[in-house]
């Protein structure tokens, strides 16, 4: 295992987190469509305790169509409701205030029936970084936040953005860590971008990717990068693995002196044109 957590700086994370928990009446937790579990803390529940929380299927334009639905019935089944949407277009936003007015129905009827007018509801986003926290709380404002936490050195109170008059959110996102002892995990993060592949051995990562792609999405693989050969028969053969790793790398030109493929450079090409979204939506994980 190449990836050490800093027990520090969790430690730093989590108890922010629990300081936000305290000002918030939800929680808008975000995960990454194409990989929902990989893609949130495996400690949320304990971190979060018992506040009501709607889960955001986030870069769901990025994913799987059929494999979201699938995730949304497994996160129904699990007691949760879950939203798909993309927060670079706006796309199922909609349905956010909507969702958590009705997980805030109980609270919001007591204060009715105690004569009160009910306040806005207040929430917090949290999710890992590069889950797209910011860019969602930017869209639900209508405009761009400058977030609390992207000025350094100015130390100021946490305030509140209105959204409507029926929601606000706390301006700096709780920012979780994504954590694996299983390196499937470590993977899957990195071949969506959610972690730096560095952080992991770039040819590895790829090697994972191809692996996958050339089970779940061997059509849209072939048809973007030409490939002339099969689908591999035995997906755990690293030779058909690599023999595809060297035919994306021949058709992209990389190639080195001897006419041999550069393979560092042909795994670089297919991750950033993966990630860019260019072989199409897919997913990364199923909940079965
Ligand atoms: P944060 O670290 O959680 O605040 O993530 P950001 O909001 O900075 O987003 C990380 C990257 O993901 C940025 O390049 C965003 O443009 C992109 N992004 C965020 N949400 C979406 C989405 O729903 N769909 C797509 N395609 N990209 C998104």
């Known amino acids: 295992m190449t990836i050490q957590w800093f027990p520090g700086h969790m430690t730093r994370a989590r ?33 979060l305790g018992g506040k009501p929380r709607l889960i955001i299927l986030n870069k769901a334009d990025l994913a799987d169509a059929e494999v979201t639905r699938e995730w949304l019935a497994y996160f129904k089944r699990e ?10 277009t706006g796309t199922g936003m909609k349905e956010i ?9 109980a609270k919001i009827d007591k204060q009715v029936s105690k004569g009160m007018n009910p306040r806005a509801i207040r929430a917090l986003i949290v999710g890992i970084p590069n889950v797209g926290k910011s860019t969602l ?7 761009a936040v400058a977030l609390t936490g992207d000025r350094p050195g100015v130390t100021k109170g946490q305030q509140w953005i209105k959204v409507s008059k029926e929601m606000e959110l706390l301006d700096t996102p709780g920012i979780l860590w994504p954590k694996f002892e299983d ?9 969506t ?6 952080t992991l051995n770039a040819e590895d990562v790829a090697f994972f990717g191809i692996k996958y792609l050339a089970k779940y999405y061997w059509a849209p693989f072939k048809e973007r990068f030409d490939l002339q050969c099969e689908q ?3 997906f755990e053969n690293p030779d058909e693995i690599v023999a595809i790793m060297e035919e994306v790398g021949r058709r992209r030109g990389c190639i080195i002196s001897g006419g ?15 990630r860019a979204g260019k072989l199409g939506r897919f997913s990364m994980e199923a909940p079965y």
């Open 183 to 191: 390196m499937n995990v470590g993977y899957r993060l990195a071949v």
């Open 137 to 143: 709380i930017n869209k639900l404002a209508g405009r």
């Open 232 to 234: 591999p028969t035995d």
């Open 193 to 198: 971008g959610a972690i730096k592949a560095e």
């Open 79 to 88: 007691g949760h409701i879950a939203l798909p949407v993309d927060a670079s």
């Open 15 to 47: 108890r922010q987190i629990q300081e936000q928990l305290k000002l918030i009446d939800a929680v808008i937790e975000l995960v990454d469509a194409r990989l929902p579990l990989s893609s949130r803390n495996p400690m949320i529940d304990e971190i």
């Open 97 to 105: 205030p909507t969702q958590l007015k009705m997980l805030m129905k």
């Open 260 to 274: 041999r493929v550069d393979l560092e450079k042909a795994c670089g090409t297919l991750l950033r044109e993966l």
